[in-house]
């Protein structure tokens, strides 16, 4: 199994990584327990990254991004989508009302993470 992507919480002691079989684990680094394993995944994971809160997290995957909830011990079901191909880096702001996608090879996107948009001023081409 190959890890793809790596995040930590900035305010849960939580790491949530990703891998090329198709699943996304979420650790626990202050007591070295596994906390979340989820296999629904359909496509291979290209990244990940943590909302600030730990309540969310945000995993690229081929042909689109997935958002789901951190529910207890497991990730929410129908995780809500967008359809961005070839995502290879995404990283949360520091309040978390926004995350940046790297697609492509020169291009960067900034969504909110709440209305799921992406205005034209948030698209950064040529980087």
Known sequence: MAITGMDVCIRKQLVVTCSRDKTIIMWNYANSTLEIVSSVLSDETLAVAFHPSGFHVVCALLDKISIYNVLGQEFSSQPRTLQIKACREIKFSHGGHL?????????????????????D???CKGH
Do not use: L
Request: net charge negative; glycine share 4%.
């Open 99 to 119: 995350f940046a996608c790297a697609v492509g090879n020169n291009a960067i996107w900034v969504y909110n993470f709440y209305t799921e948009d992406c205005p």
């Open 121 to 123: 001023y948030y698209q």
